[in-house]
């Protein structure tokens, strides 16, 4: 026993772990063969007679035939969903309420297949798809039916109305929580919606069709058009659409933003980030190697409020990234259906391809680049875990988002050059701060110009908590009381 113990100790120390077996989910992820368009209530086949494929970039395997919608059909959507307005905006809060009741229910009734879809799909880790995305989806729909009969106490003393038909488009990251992000405050308030998801990721928006259809939602009142780019441009530029709702790229929110200047629309933009991760000598080092490793390896760094950028006291320096390097060498990367994987596959070769152009520029740039042994399946698209040390503020892994598994590791001595170092970015989206004093906390935090900043944690949510971005992560804010607010014209 005493030897036993000693083993595991030795294992611990120099990494030298055991192998797990492979434990792949096998559920059904119940894929259709071929999706139309979602409009009016039905699916329907796209009047610009193009598919395209949705592969996954688990195994690169063909996963279904996705209906291409060309501007006639966005246009049908925002017809359908103007037609749906009158009645849906007029109908009781508790009415409405009781259909997100029942979205959220048969969501919680078919998770286990949503998530082993998403994971096929997007090709992040089983156990994220089915611990954190479905569930976290589930709950922003249970929270936002509880406050479509009360939306009184959302502007007390004012009348809160909603805005008509709502364009939104969402990205690849957390497709099917990104959705429920979106269209959850919009039906509470009202609102009817077109609604278009990423190219790479629209298997589970259209399996939330189904659900939508299945809780008898009127017809018109969500429509779901997918396709890439183009079809994202025809969502934002449709004259009938009240308000646009994206989360995405900056360069596409800086595009947007002028598209839609002098229209009237409204606008909330949820863009990219850089967000630092600041360690004092004062924090528990164990639990902040823990919440570094999550800050950046959750969901394989596409996250836009990642913690890319680590911040650490020089003093410290040496002991957390010793212990860091240790922390990664237990990280599995590989199979997304394996439910022992920590870090799954990138979600497409073209992002595959943006994050190793950017680590090989950090290299030849003079970043000291540390990666785990680790096997990677040669089919679909891998990236080991990476650390990137010897950067400076001017390093483009430094400045730019990689979004991806990959940390770019900065040093500071005090908490003013801490502040000053994680504000010296274009983006503010997230923030966390590790420390064992209160006080020191609040005051960092109370510097950082960024949306969110966690306190000794990182990457926390929940659906009453506002969510967005300062400077170029965008504008508006998502979740929460103020959240439900940018889908309503308050009178
Ligand atoms: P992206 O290229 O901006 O795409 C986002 C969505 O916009 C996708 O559905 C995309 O379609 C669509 N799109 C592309 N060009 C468009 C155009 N001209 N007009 C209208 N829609 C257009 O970004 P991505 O690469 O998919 O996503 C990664 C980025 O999103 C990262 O920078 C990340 O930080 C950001 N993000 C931010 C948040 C947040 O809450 N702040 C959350 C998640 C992600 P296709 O993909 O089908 O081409
Ligand atoms: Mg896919």
Redesign the pocket.
Known sequence: MATKKKQVARELLFGDFWEFDPAPETAPAGIADRYGLFIGGEFVAPKSKKWFDSISPRDEAKLSEIALANEADVAAAYAAAAKAFPAWSKLPGAERGKYLYRLARLLQDRAREFAVAETLDGGKPIREARDFDVPMAAAHFFYHAGWADKLEYAAPGRDLRALGVVGQ??????PLL?LAWKLAPALALGNTVVL?????TSITALKFAELIRDAGLPPGVVNIVT???????A??RHKTAAKIA????????K??QRELAGTGKRLTL????KGANIVFEDAAIDQAVEGIINGIFFNQG????AGSRLLVQESIESEVLRKLKLRMKSLRTGDPLDKNTDIGAINSKR?WERITELVEAGVSEGAEIHQPACELPEKGFYFAPTLLCGVTQSHRVVKE?I?GPVLSVLTFRTPDEAVEKANNTAYG?SAGVWTDKGSKYLAVASQLKAGVVWGNSFNKFDPTSP???FKE??FGR?GGRQGLLEYGELE
Do not use: D, R
């Open positions: 488009v969402i990205p690849w990251n957390f990104m278009k998801p990423a190219e790479t396709g890439a780019g183009e079809t994202g441009a969502v934002v994206f989360t995405g790229s900056t360069g596409v929110g595009w947007i949820e863009l990219g980030g596409h996250v836009c409020c992002q988002e979004f989206l969510f967005g971005g992560s965008g998502e």
